[in-house]
């Protein structure tokens, strides 16, 4: 499956961004779907995860209470909604997909990814 995510840009601390992503497949509620960034010299973070069906999700622990995951199956979109952003989240955001039915929070789990978009947040 081809992932094209789209939707980062350059927002001040404390703004709001809501990525998206668009799976080319006939079969995407069959996906699990993640968010992962990786800032300047870090290695690439998990952000946030979401079922096939949309029915459970899961985030790390530094979004929580600030991004949401979401996926719209009729669009074969998955969602990344960020507010309160801050400094730090500033990276390149990449989705990511996965046959898994558990929480797949590793890179390793996942087996295709989309190019990325830039998310910058000046303080």
């Known amino acids: 499956v081809q992932l094209q995510a789209s939707g980062g840009g350059l927002v001040q601390a404390g703004g709001s961004l809501r990525l998206s992503c668009v799976a080319s497949?006939?079969?995407?509620?069959?996906?699990?779907m993640g968010w992962f960034r990786q800032a300047p010299g870090k290695e690439r973070e998990f952000i946030a995860t979401?079922?096939?069906?949309?029915?459970?999700?899961y985030n790390s622990d530094s979004v929580k209470g600030r991004f949401t995951i979401s996926r719209d199956n009729a669009r074969n979109t998955v969602y990344l909604q960020m507010n309160s952003l801050k400094p730090e989240d500033t990276a390149v955001y990449y989705c990511?997909?996965?046959?898994?039915?558990?929480?797949?929070?590793?890179?390793?789990?996942?087996?295709?990814w989309g190019q990325g978009t830039l998310v910058t947040v000046s303080s």
């Open positions: 990511a997909a996965t046959y898994l039915i558990s929480i797949p929070t590793l890179e390793r789990q996942y087996n295709n």
């Open positions: 497949t006939r079969t995407f509620s069959r996906y699990t």
């Open positions: 979401i079922s096939g069906s949309g029915g459970r999700t």
